[in-house]
């Protein structure tokens, strides 16, 4: 019988391990849905290799609307994240590689401020004290270094906070309701968000 159970559990291992890896794969293709390397920055190879910066994303749903953040995700390593990783005073990448995206399906309100439905780059400029994330109508770019200020849609500062430590950068969505959620941006011990509403309908 504990032989019969052992030859059961070597199978079941083999079909599971392969099961895990296709779901992986499953997740990795779902990351390139708004966010892939453009025309300019191809050389940087596919957006589906293998990263030090993994590819992740997330997404929540406002009543039938979604709303998706794709980023590449660096890991804190125990380094100096303001004033180094997050260059005092300029424009960031809000992670690493290409810049992050940020995918409405329909107009939203951001802190109260209406910004239209599509995607959009997402850079941010962090301190200690204060986040201005900065939504820029070309969504598809390689870090910030193409970033041009005159294509921001919007601009919306928010308070920089302190949190529990998160070891690699990560985007999330928390306080959700049917028409309003906040998304959250964690990396070592930065903790700050913004918040989300869908706009009226007409």
Known sequence: MLRLYSIKMITMKRVYIPLVFAAMLIVSSATAQYRQNDELHASHGS???ERRSPNR????????????????APSARGRVLFGRLIP????????????????????????????PAGNYALFTIGSPEEFTFIFNSVS????????????????VTVE?????????????FRNSTADETDVYLNWGTISTSFNVRLAPGD
């Open 47 to 49: 957006f589906d290799n």
């Open 57 to 72: 994303s997330a997404g929540t749903d406002l009543d039938e609307s979604k709303i998706t953040i794709e980023w590449s």
């Open 88 to 115: 005092p005073g300029r424009v960031w990448r809000t992670g690493a590689n290409e810049a992050s995206v940020i995918h409405f399906d329909d107009a939203v309100l951001i802190e109260g401020e209406e910004l």
């Open 140 to 155: 598809q770019q390689w870090g910030s270094f193409s970033y041009d200020a005159d294509k921001d849609a919007l601009r």
């Open 160 to 172: 920089t906070l302190t949190g529990e430590h998160q070891e690699e950068m990560l985007f999330s």
